[in-house]
Every structure is written in structure tokens, then in C-alpha cells.
């Protein structure tokens, strides 16, 4: 591992850079966007920041905070977008190059971590252990679990995550497998029926979800796509910044979706 620093004696950009990717490894994982470094600033970088979204109240609490780097889930850049830099984008981008911040950004690499992603971190809260994987690139989690019925477990997300859900239950019963994704995950439903879930926990809920939750008796549980993944982008900052020597600061913007 590269841990080189600037002569001031500050870690390098790069080398940030590089134990990020070690870490999460984004070159497994066929992406909605760039995973790593999206914005480039100081090479010196004493200051981590992490975050859920790289959102224009979140590069303004960094720049507060006096942040030399910002690490999140949801970046600038996705696929599909049209380049332009306009509106929100202009906004959000003349901060961080005004102030010199880097953005780092992982999506699906930050889910999947096995210890330190949204999907270990939560399931970890829940007091939920991964037996099985489904879904597309395996980011779906299942395993074993032990509440009365669908309410039970709802209620006990509710507690995890600190806001209501929202829950499709089918009176099935007891709960004995759990699956969970976190974001929006509600594509995965269907799999997770699959891979023998009683229960299906996300972040999201669309329209067809509620049917088959009635329809095939799984209850579906959607706890909010930003309270799902706050816990990911902490994890591995602050993992990093530890090893690195860094100080490291998460700065949690609600968003009530």
C-alpha cells in the first residue's frame, strides 16, 4: 500500500486515491457512473469529509468544515448525462474547484463491501448476517432472522433507522429469512422471492412491488433510499482515514427520501 506523502507532510491525492480502490475494488463492478476520483483537487489532503450525496449542502458544510477531500456514494457524474455544466452541476462544481476539494465517489463498490459497504452496514444494525447473495452482480443479501411477523420487523428498521417506513405486508407470518439492498433496490424484489426471502427490506418502493408483496406473500419493507445507505461512506473513510493518519468527519444531510 502506497501511503506517500506531500512534502508538507500531508497525504497525497493519489495515494487516497489508490488504498480507495484497493479497498473497494471499482473495476468488478459494471457501474451507473465513474467510480474514484470525479473531481480533482490539492494534492496535500489532511481533511476527509464524507457523505451520502455529493449534493451543493454537502460541499458547503465540507467547505465549512475546512475539508481538503470529499468521499460520498452518489457523485456528480452518471451515465446518460448530457455533459453540460449548468444549473445545480455549475453550482456544485464551482465550490469544490473554488475551494480546491477532491471529490472521491463509489457507487456500487461502496454497497458491496462485505464488511464496510451500505449493504454490511446496515444488515449489521439490523442484527443481520449475509448467508446468501442475489440480484444482479450479486449485491442482494440474505439471511437468517426471528421476528413474529412483517410489523415486528418494521418496526425494528424504523428503530434502526431513525424515520418511518413504509411496509407492504402480506400477513404471512412469521419471518425466519430477510433480504435487504440497500437504495433503489426495489428492481431486486423478485429475486429476493427467489433466494427464499419472508422479507424484503430497501430503500425504495415503486408501483408494481406492493402487488407481488400481496400477491406471493413477502412482505416488502422501504425505509427511505438515503436513511438506507448513511453508513457505507463513514465506514470506509473513516477505515482509510485511520490507516492514513487522516482526520476524518461525516456530515449527514437529511433528505426525507
Same mark, same amino acid.
Given at each position: 500500500?502506497?501511503?506517500?506523502?506531500? &512534502?508538507?507532510?500531508?497525504?497525497?491525492?493519489?495515494?487516497?486515491?489508490?488504498?480507495?480502490?484497493?479497498?473497494?475494488?471499482?473495476?468488478?463492478?459494471?457501474?451507473?457512473?465513474?467510480?474514484?476520483?470525479?473531481?480533482?483537487? =490539492?494534492?496535500?489532503? =489532511?481533511?476527509?469529509?464524507?457523505?451520502?450525496?455529493?449534493?451543493?449542502?454537502?460541499?458547503?458544510?465540507?467547505?465549512?468544515?475546512?475539508?481538503?477531500?470529499?468521499?460520498?456514494?452518489?457523485?456528480?457524474?452518471?451515465?446518460?448525462?448530457?455533459?453540460?455544466?449548468?444549473?445545480?452541476?455549475?453550482?456544485?462544481?464551482?465550490?469544490?474547484?473554488?475551494?480546491?476539494?477532491?471529490?472521491?465517489?463509489?457507487?456500487? *463498490?461502496?454497497? $458491496?463491501?462485505?464488511?464496510?459497504?451500505?449493504?454490511?452496514?446496515?444488515?449489521?444494525?439490523?442484527?443481520?448476517?449475509?448467508?446468501?447473495?442475489?440480484?444482479?452482480?450479486?449485491?442482494?443479501?440474505? /439471511? $437468517?432472522?426471528?421476528?413474529?411477523?412483517?410489523?415486528?420487523?418494521?418496526?425494528?428498521?424504523?428503530?434502526?433507522?431513525? =424515520? *418511518?417506513?413504509?411496509?407492504?405486508?402480506? /400477513?404471512?407470518?412469521?419471518?425466519?429469512?430477510?433480504?435487504?439492498?440497500?437504495?433503489? $433496490?426495489?428492481?431486486?424484489?423478485? $429475486?429476493?422471492?427467489?433466494?427464499?426471502?419472508?422479507?424484503?427490506?430497501?430503500?425504495?418502493?415503486?408501483? *408494481?412491488?406492493?402487488?407481488?408483496?400481496?400477491?406471493?406473500?413477502?412482505?416488502?419493507?422501504?425505509?427511505? #433510499? #438515503?436513511?438506507?445507505?448513511?453508513? /457505507?461512506?463513514?465506514?470506509?473513510?473513516? #477505515?482509510?482515514?485511520?490507516?492514513? /493518519?487522516? =482526520?476524518?468527519?461525516?456530515?449527514?444531510?437529511?433528505? &426525507?427520501?
Amino acid at each position: 500500500m502506497d501511503t506517500s506523502r506531500t &512534502p508538507a507532510g500531508l497525504v497525497g491525492r493519489g495515494a487516497l486515491l489508490r488504498r480507495f480502490d484497493e479497498l473497494l475494488a471499482p473495476e468488478r463492478f459494471k457501474d451507473y457512473g465513474p467510480n474514484g476520483l470525479q473531481v480533482e483537487g =490539492r494534492d496535500g489532503i =489532511r481533511h476527509l469529509v464524507s457523505g451520502v450525496t455529493a449534493s451543493r449542502a454537502l460541499i458547503e458544510a465540507a467547505v465549512a468544515a475546512g475539508a481538503d477531500a470529499l468521499f460520498v456514494h452518489h457523485g456528480l457524474f452518471w451515465r446518460g448525462h448530457d455533459g453540460r455544466v449548468t444549473g445545480w452541476l455549475k453550482q456544485r462544481l464551482a465550490l469544490l474547484l473554488a475551494h480546491d476539494i477532491s471529490l472521491f465517489a463509489y457507487h456500487l *463498490p461502496l454497497d $458491496a463491501h462485505p464488511t464496510l459497504g451500505n449493504n454490511a452496514q446496515l444488515g449489521a444494525r439490523l442484527g443481520l448476517v449475509a448467508d446468501a447473495w442475489f440480484g444482479e452482480q450479486a449485491l442482494g443479501c440474505v /439471511g $437468517a432472522a426471528d421476528f413474529a411477523d412483517a410489523e415486528a420487523l418494521a418496526r425494528h428498521v424504523e428503530r434502526t433507522v431513525e =424515520r *418511518p417506513v413504509l411496509l407492504v405486508d402480506p /400477513g404471512r407470518g412469521p419471518i425466519r429469512r430477510v433480504a435487504w439492498c440497500t437504495g433503489g $433496490a426495489q428492481g431486486y424484489f423478485e $429475486a429476493a422471492i427467489a433466494a427464499g426471502a419472508d422479507a424484503f427490506i430497501t430503500g425504495e418502493i415503486s408501483e *408494481p412491488q406492493a402487488h407481488y408483496a400481496r400477491e406471493l406473500g413477502v412482505a416488502f419493507i422501504a425505509c427511505g #433510499h #438515503h436513511a438506507s445507505e448513511r453508513y /457505507g461512506a463513514p465506514a470506509v473513510a473513516a #477505515h482509510v482515514a485511520q490507516e492514513l /493518519g487522516l =482526520r476524518h468527519s461525516f456530515i449527514d444531510i437529511d433528505n &426525507p427520501a
